[in-house]
């Protein structure tokens, strides 16, 4: 059986999966979120 039809068929493999790329997805936002802002508040403080 495909890796694929696995995973669209079992649905505890394509929630966790899921789930886990909505928070990697949500982590790398905020790092670069707060890295701009860091960056710019660098620029206005000198």
Known sequence: MSLWQEFFREPVIFFSFTGLAIVVGMCIFYAVY???KMAKAEQ???
């Open 34 to 36: 707060f890295y701009v």
């Open 44 to 46: 206005e403080n000198g």
